[in-house]
């Protein structure tokens, strides 16, 4: 159920579950748990709710759902994406075992995920229990699916050797698509459990056969800690990174046509120039390469003769562009007119008269 925390207006989870002699066992237990393991990568529980007939538990909220969810949609994983998340799941299980507790219920549907499926949260500590190295525990829980054979035996066992062996099941899922050990009934699955009887997809890289080899030792002493799993070869593999093209704007400024600024971008004139006390080295210039035109001291052409120079270089290079395009090979429509092309073979001796016309004021 969703909800929304007052304090920090966030969005919440909230577990409730009737209140009955068993359910009551595993609720105060998984609060213990809860508020003793303090990880990023467990769940953080916020809240207690408890009365007479119901029991609530406010944590956090995870958006992207559980780990089935997004095998059952994505059918599986490849090694690259699953090699993070699998990475923080150990972080999370190497932290409840040096807390000396044994989760007993690893598996994809308790296995939470944020919304980009980044970070994985371990949820689910009402079958957990604590473990003493001297001591064993012997009761059978869990999922049968990714439970050890040690459970199926009726075996006793310390604790985190089980939660190796889920962890390899979990792997093997996360990669394939599917569980290791499967049977049309109860005994055909414990038969395969028991004598390690699985096969290992073509598309698995040596290494990660290997780690689900290790964890799937059938004798759980011999199986590796959580630690050892962490210095595994397939858990520290690099891989590598990929560098999408970054986009970056044009390095270039946009300059306006008749800009007075050194950097402009087009022709300078005797305008462009500066002012003030350098007037006498531009005169010096100008007597220099010849241009009686322009002395020193002299002033600047008014406004209004500068846009009528202006106007008459447009009107020149529009005719210029006109006879041009009369001079190309006939086409069915001209470029810059409406009208049909002038043939090649009209004189064009009036059309050059026509604009000289034009260019008169």
């Not at 009955?20 to 003793?36: C, G, H, I, N």
């Not at 310390?158 to 290791?180: C, F, H, K, Q, R």
């Not at 964890?215 to 962490?230: A, F, N, Q, S």
Request: include cysteine; glycine fraction near 6%.
């Amino acid at each position: 159920m969703l909800g929304a925390y007052f304090l920090t207006n966030t969005k919440v989870a909230i577990k409730k579950s009737k209140k009955t002699r068993s359910s009551l066992v595993r609720f105060r237990k998984e609060v213990q748990f809860l508020r003793a393991l303090q990880h990023p990568n467990i769940l953080k529980l916020m809240r207690v709710f408890e009365d007479e007939k119901s029991m609530c538990l406010v944590t956090e909220y995870a958006g992207g759902r559980d780990l089935g969810r997004l095998l059952r949609k994505q059918e599986r994983l490849s090694e690259r994406d699953a090699r993070p998340l699998f990475r923080q799941l150990l972080a999370a299980v190497q932290h409840c075992h040096k807390n000396h507790v044994v989760h007993r219920d690893l598996k994809p549907a308790n296995i939470l995920l944020d919304e980009k499926h980044e970070k994985i949260i371990l949820a689910d500590f009402s079958l957990a229990e604590t473990f003493t190295e001297e001591g064993y525990l012997k009761r059978f829980c869990g999922t049968p699916a990714f439970s050890a054979p040690e459970m199926f035996l009726r075996q006793k066992y310390v604790g985190p050797e089980v939660d190796v062996w889920s962890l390899g099941v979990v792997i093997y899922n996360m990669v394939a698509g599917t569980v290791p050990f499967f049977g049309d009934n109860w005994e055909e699955m414990k038969k395969n459990i028991t004598g390690g009887i699985y096969e290992t997809p073509e598309f698995f890289s040596d290494e990660l056969r290997e780690l689900v080899r290790k964890c799937l030792t059938l004798d759980g002493k011999l199986r590796p800690t959580v630690t050892e799993l962490m210095e595994d070869a397939w858990v520290q593999m690099e891989d590598p990174v990929i560098i999408s093209p970054v986009r970056t704007k044009p390095h270039y400024k946009t300059v306006k046509l008749y800009d007075s600024s050194p950097s402009a971008c087009y022709y300078p004139t005797l305008e462009s120039e500066p002012r003030g006390d350098k007037a006498e080295q531009r005169g010096d210039k100008a007597e220099q390469r010849g241009d009686s035109s322009v002395q020193a001291g002299e002033t600047k052409t008014p406004p209004s003769e500068e846009g009528q120079r202006r106007k008459g270089l447009a009107r020149r290079l529009r005719n210029f562009l006109l006879r041009m395009c009369c001079i190309l090979p006939p086409r069915k429509t001209c470029f810059r007119r409406s009208n049909k092309v002038v043939p090649v073979q009209e004189d064009l001796a009036e059309a050059a008269r026509n604009g000289e016309q034009d260019d008169r004021p």
